[in-house]
């Protein structure tokens, strides 16, 4: 049975240790594990191959599969994303605010570490790189508990960047894994609230409901994905069906592509022929209302429940509206609060729906395939936050760190 407390243990005592460390010190050590990935790369992909042979041969979906899987790209994708953290400016001991009280009191709000980080994440190991970079980078100790499915690409990917950190003297328990694969151990991870600062999972619904009704320790919630794009009337439909195939095929393991469609009637005819036309290669199934099924008659019919659906699958569910109004409803009952696009040439249906759509990032215009922390400039990302309070959208470094007040006087006492 793995020793969580030992763990706990062994990752607060190295939190000094990292919050003395400077910028160079720490991008040093980044750059080490970016080197460490890419001269280890034929060592993961061997350890991956074991994973995605046990997920293929247990039935797992395409979209989990797509998730699970690494090649030489995606490694050195990983390996880079340590190098853009490291040349990220160091955000700690940043001074966020600063004031002088009329007693003479000088205020500042200054940035600092969390501490201690707890991520529980499903079969992504590409998470094991991005979520070491940016809590190395902001001075937090990381213990990781991935999925079974993913269990020898992860062990493959911390063994490579604990070797490189002590190589490099820094302490190897900034980054930690769980490898027992016991759902008990999970649940006994979610109470560690004595050495963990904050928990963060990354995954389906099932889970992040789990560790969000499970938890002693403050959660950071990352959501599901069920993304969608409104085609109204005044779009461009050469436009709109070209984003929506990025949005819908890019990849359809992750929680930022498009799972849901809405059109406004008006538009129908222009743009659902092409459509069709260009997810047809795809083997895309739609599923649509009747709206949708008049003009594209060999249309899949819409259940209720497809409309809340996140398929990570080349499946899409098509709605039909009369107004911008009435999209924004539609999204904003089923969305999962994560990314949402309007396709439009009027800038005033568009700011409307920006304003007034409940999501953590919104678009116009583009795909929402972008939703991500690489492609926002923050070097890689620890997840997608969906919640309201602390941290929202893509999490990169700042998102990692709290503040603390510094209150500096010449002898100031309170009165009375």
Same mark, same amino acid.
């Given at each position: 049975?793995?020793?969580?407390?030992?763990?706990?243990?062994?990752?607060?005592?190295?939190?000094?240790?990292?919050?003395?460390?400077?910028?160079?010190?720490?991008?040093?050590?980044?750059?080490?594990?970016?080197?460490?990935?890419?001269?280890?790369?034929?060592?993961?992909?061997?350890?991956?191959?074991?994973?995605?042979?046990?997920?293929?041969?247990?039935?797992?979906?395409?979209?989990?599969?797509?998730?699970?899987?690494?090649?030489?790209?995606?490694?050195?994708?990983?390996?880079?994303?340590?190098?853009?953290?490291?040349?990220?400016?160091?955000?700690?001991?940043?001074?966020?605010?600063?004031?002088?009280?009329?007693?003479?009191?000088? =205020?500042?709000? /200054?940035?600092?570490?969390?501490?201690? @980080?707890?991520? +529980?994440? %499903?079969?992504?190991?590409?998470?094991? $790189? *991005?979520?070491?970079?940016?809590?190395?980078?902001?001075?937090?100790?990381?213990?990781?508990?991935?999925?079974?499915?993913?269990?020898?690409?992860?062990?493959? =990917?911390?063994? /490579?960047?604990?070797?490189?950190?002590? @190589?490099?003297? +820094?302490? %190897?328990?900034?980054?930690?894994?769980? $490898? *027992?694969?016991?759902?008990?151990?999970?649940?006994?991870?979610?109470?560690?609230?004595?050495?963990?600062?904050?928990?963060?999972?990354?995954?389906?619904?099932?889970?992040?409901?789990?560790?969000?009704?499970?938890?002693?320790?403050?959660? +950071?919630?990352?959501?599901?994905?069920?993304?969608?794009?409104?085609?109204?009337?005044?779009?461009?439909?050469?436009?709109?069906?070209?984003?929506?195939?990025?949005?819908?095929?890019?990849?359809?393991?992750?929680?930022?592509?498009?799972?849901?469609?809405?059109?406004?009637?008006?538009?129908?005819?222009?743009?659902?022929?092409?459509?069709?036309?260009?997810?047809?290669?795809?083997?895309?199934?739609?599923?649509?209302?009747?709206?949708?099924?008049?003009?594209?008659?060999?249309?899949?019919?819409?259940?209720?429940?497809?409309?809340?659906?996140?398929?990570?699958?080349?499946?899409?569910?098509?709605?039909?509206?009369?107004?911008?109004?009435?999209?924004?409803?539609?999204?904003?009952?089923?969305?999962?609060?994560?990314?949402?696009?309007?396709?439009?040439?009027?800038?005033?249906?568009?700011?409307?729906?920006?304003?007034?759509?409940?999501?953590?990032?919104?678009?116009?215009?583009?795909?929402?395939?972008?939703?991500?922390?690489?492609?926002?400039?923050?070097?890689?990302?620890?997840?997608?936050?969906?919640?309201?309070?602390?941290?929202?959208?893509?999490?990169?470094?700042?998102?990692?760190?709290?503040?603390?007040?510094?209150?500096?006087?010449?002898?100031?006492?309170?009165?009375?």
């Amino acid at each position: 049975m793995t020793d969580l407390k030992a763990m706990g243990r062994a990752a607060a005592a190295v939190k000094p240790a990292l919050q003395r460390m400077t910028a160079e010190e720490k991008n040093r050590g980044l750059l080490a594990g970016a080197e460490a990935l890419l001269s280890h790369t034929a060592d993961i992909l061997q350890a991956n191959r074991r994973d995605m042979e046990a997920a293929e041969k247990n039935g797992m979906n395409p979209g989990l599969l797509d998730r699970l899987r690494l090649n030489e790209e995606r490694v050195m994708s990983m390996a880079e994303g340590l190098r853009q953290v490291a040349e990220l400016p160091d955000c700690l001991g940043e001074i966020i605010e600063e004031f002088r009280r009329p007693n003479g009191l000088q =205020i500042q709000k /200054v940035r600092v570490p969390l501490g201690v @980080a707890g991520i +529980i994440y %499903e079969a992504r190991p590409n998470v094991t $790189a *991005d979520a070491f970079g940016l809590c190395f980078k902001t001075g937090n100790a990381v213990i990781l508990k991935g999925g079974s499915d993913a269990l020898h690409s992860n062990q493959a =990917i911390v063994g /490579v960047l604990r070797e490189a950190l002590g @190589a490099r003297r +820094i302490p %190897e328990d900034a980054l930690q894994l769980i $490898a *027992d694969p016991d759902r008990s151990v999970t649940v006994e991870f979610m109470k560690l609230k004595e050495y963990v600062d904050v928990l963060i999972p990354r995954g389906s619904e099932r889970l992040i409901r789990s560790v969000v009704e499970n938890s002693t320790i403050p959660v +950071i919630e990352t959501g599901t994905g069920n993304c969608h794009i409104y085609v109204d009337k005044e779009a461009d439909p050469d436009m709109a069906a070209r984003i929506v195939f990025n949005a819908k095929t890019q990849r359809i393991g992750v929680c930022n592509a498009c799972e849901s469609l809405v059109v406004h009637k008006d538009i129908r005819e222009a743009f659902l022929p092409k459509l069709a036309e260009v997810l047809a290669p795809k083997q895309v199934e739609l599923r649509g209302d009747e709206g949708i099924r008049e003009v594209l008659t060999g249309c899949t019919p819409a259940a209720q429940e497809d409309f809340g659906r996140e398929y990570l699958d080349y499946i899409l569910s098509l709605k039909t509206v009369d107004s911008v109004e009435a999209a924004i409803d539609h999204i904003n009952r089923y969305n999962t609060k994560h990314s949402d696009c309007i396709i439009t040439e009027n800038a005033g249906t568009a700011e409307q729906f920006l304003r007034e759509v409940d999501a953590a990032c919104v678009y116009w215009n583009a795909s929402t395939r972008f939703t991500d922390g690489f492609e926002f400039g923050f070097g890689a990302e620890i997840g997608i936050s969906t919640q309201k309070l602390h941290a929202r959208g893509p999490m990169g470094l700042k998102e990692l760190t709290s503040y603390k007040y510094v209150i500096c006087g010449n002898g100031q006492v309170r009165p009375g």
